[in-house]
Structure formats: C-alpha cells, structure tokens
C-alpha cells in the first residue's frame, strides 16, 4: 500500500528565505507526482505535476524534484513571498492506478 | 471554464439527515473522485469513477454512496448522517490516465453533522 511522508508538517520563515519542502513515498512505482498548494478554507490548487521519466519541472519560483529510486521528492521555493503562505501537499498515484494518495502537507508560514 | 464545481459550500446536518453533494466538471474528464479532509489526517478517497456508469469504492466508503449517470455529473449521496462524517468534502477530476494525468478539485464542502 502506498503511503506518503511530508517533512516537516509545519514551517515559518522570514521572507525572501528560499526553502525546500520534502516528500517521500514508499512505492516506486509510480508514474507521476502531484505538488498541490491550498489555502485556508479553499480547495487544492495545482502547482506542478512531475511524469516518472522527468528528474525535475519548473514553475516561476517553483521547482520540484523527483528521485523515483529513493521514494523521494522535493519542493523548492525561491525567496518567498507571504503570499506563499499555504499548506503544501503532494501525490502520487496508488498502485498505478489514478487514486491518488496525498501525504498530510507541510504549512508554510513566510513572515513579512 | 469553470473546472470542477461543488455545491452546497456549507451544510449543516442533523444526525440521521441525508444529503447529497453535488460535483460537476465541464472538462470532458472521464475520472472523477470523492475525498474527505479531516484535520491533520490527509485526504482519504471515498469512491472514485472511471467513466458514466462506473464507479468503484476507495479507501473510507462506509456510509455513502455515488453515482455517475453523465461524464460531468458525480454526486455524492449521506443516507443517515453521523458526527464522523462532519468533514470537509473535496470533488476532483481527471483526464485519461497514465504520466500526463493531473487531478483538478473542487473549492470543498464543508459539512458538520450535529
């Protein structure tokens, strides 16, 4: 069964910090990962979507990285902004199915 | 477009009450899925639907139920609401499957069960 990790659960920095958000999972066999961002009260917005076959994607000040052999993937942010300040979670899908299965996210607090 | 659409936001339940979440997607996805947030537990699947007149259960689908009669339409059904089904309940979609499948969600509906 698949599960996933996001380390730490909560996080706060200064602003401009630039920071690393890091999840892992123990099936490898997966054909994508999901980075999803939510605010307070809203829904899941879609950051970035990683295939199995790509070792990183790239979104403005985003970037995400995955190492399928180690279970591993990581969430880069380039000196933040408090409007970063959300609760970041990841995904992956089950089994090779298209269930996905999202680890308990990592709150980020930047601080003007 | 309008994505993925939930309605009610906000319901507020008796115990025994049923009701039933309503989903939509204008995106042509033919996957579409029921998750259930609870504080600091992650989201857990409810049920999940590959295409009109499918569906299959996930990991919690005690006490519910769904069905998908049209590509856009996946609603939710509570028979006999409890206190453990007051939650946070999110729609998403998916097109196709496989490495480009990306997952879009609806904004949430939030239901206490009193």
């Known amino acids: 069964k698949q599960e996933v990790t996001q380390i730490p659960a909560a996080l706060s920095v200064p602003e401009g910090e630039n920071l690393v958000l890091n999840c892992s999972f123990t099936d490898s066999a997966i054909y994508n990962l999901q980075w999803f961002r939510q605010d307070p009260g809203k829904g899941l917005t879609s950051l970035l979507l990683?295939?199995?076959?790509?070792r990183e994607q790239t979104s403005g000040r985003l970037n995400a990285s995955l190492d399928k052999s180690s279970g591993r993937s990581t969430l880069y942010i380039a000196a933040s902004q408090p409007g970063d300040s959300a609760t970041y979670l990841c995904?992956?899908?089950?089994?090779?199915?298209?269930?996905?299965?999202f680890g308990k996210g990592t709150k980020l607090t930047v601080n003007p | 477009n309008a994505g993925v659409t939930q309605t009610p936001k906000f319901r507020i339940l008796k115990i025994g009450q049923s009701m039933t979440l309503q989903c939509t997607q204008d995106?042509?996805?033919?996957?579409m899925y029921w998750y259930r947030q609870d504080p600091g537990m992650g989201l857990k699947l409810i049920y999940y639907?590959?295409?009109?007149?499918?569906?299959d259960k996930g990991e919690v689908p005690n006490g519910y139920n769904v069905s998908r009669s049209t590509t856009e339409d996946f609603p939710l059904r509570l028979e006999l609401a409890a206190p453990s089904q007051t939650s946070v309940y999110f729609c998403?979609?998916?097109?196709?499957?496989?490495?480009?499948?990306?997952?879009?969600f609806g904004q949430g509906t939030r239901l206490t069960v009193v």
């Open positions: 995106m042509n996805h033919n996957y």
């Open positions: 639907s590959v295409g009109a007149g499918i569906t």
């Open positions: 998403a979609s998916s097109h196709l499957g496989g490495v480009d499948t990306e997952a879009f």
């Open positions: 990683i295939q199995s076959s790509q």
């Open positions: 995904a992956v899908p089950q089994g090779g199915s298209e269930k996905l299965v």
